[in-house]
């Protein structure tokens, strides 16, 4: 049996709000099973991953802060590597300024070597003045991810990437993002579980980022039209998914297993 491990994405694929998606812990359960390894995959960064593990365990999933990465994290061990000991002025919440600190990045409100922007409810304008000031003194403008908004349960608000544009257009300075499809996260994920690329299979509900994440890098798959992607949106993609099913937990044993058809809709 060929090595395997997946990435999954997870409002859409395995929740939805505050709600078990139907199959997603049958699924997991069988990869747990067989010992097949995998990493809850999130473009948000308002909660450490010890917190959406404790959300995913209040659903009825069992999940551990080892098997959670998120693009605050990924964006934190990429500013380490950048510029170690390196101060952030952070447009966020806890999750994303704890990443940082975990990552020996020193949160400031003023002479900052980066400014980086989360999502969340508690921003003010005045944050996002300071951050456009901070930009234009010389401050790298980084994004833990583009996604314009995020799904609720009362329905969509602004997400990162709508909080990034009001920056960017201020300053005239593009922001570099970090999170899904960034091969930067993607690529973490992986060296996580110790994997090769051909070994990995990434299962999303969105096109834009989970599904484009996954063709950039090289891995196999899986579109759910559990979240917000209709089969009809296909058409408007030049690239496409490996597998579409109707949830994760319809994906059949022979895809889990390894027996990985090239392409099998």
Do not use: W
Request: aromatic letters at 6%.
């Amino acid at each position: 049996m060929a090595r395997i491990g997946f990435l999954l994405d997870m409002d859409g694929v395995i929740y939805r709000g505050s709600r078990l998606i139907p199959g997603a812990s049958d699924f997991i359960s069988r990869l747990r099973e067989h010992g097949i390894p995998f990493r809850f995959l999130t473009n948000n960064s308002q909660r450490a991953r010890r917190d959406v593990a404790l959300k995913l365990r209040r659903l009825g999933i069992e999940a551990s802060e080892n098997e959670v990465f998120t693009c605050a994290m990924a964006t934190a061990r990429f500013l380490a590597s950048q510029k170690p000991d390196g101060t952030a002025y952070v447009v966020g919440e806890h999750g994303l300024a704890a990443a940082l600190h975990r990552n020996g990045l020193t949160v400031v409100d003023d002479d900052a070597d980066f400014v980086v922007i989360g999502e969340g409810r508690t921003m003010t304008f005045e944050m996002i003045e300071r951050g456009v000031r901070l930009v234009e003194k010389g401050a790298r403008l980084i994004a833990t991810n583009m996604d314009p908004n995020c799904p609720t349960d009362k329905g969509i608000r602004p997400g990162c990437g709508a909080i990034v544009a009001m920056i960017e257009r201020a300053t005239g300075v593009q922001a570099f993002s970090v999170g899904k499809p960034s091969p930067i996260m993607m690529r973490a994920a992986r060296k996580e579980m110790g994997l090769r690329t051909d070994e990995i299979v990434m299962v999303g509900d969105t096109m834009e980022t989970d599904i484009l994440g996954a063709v950039q890098m090289g891995y196999r798959s899986v579109l759910v039209l559990s979240g917000g992607t209709r089969r009809q949106d296909l058409k408007n993609f030049a690239y496409q998914p490996d597998l579409i099913v109707d949830n994760v937990g319809a994906i059949p044993d022979e895809f889990i297993f390894g027996n990985l058809p090239a392409l099998a809709q």
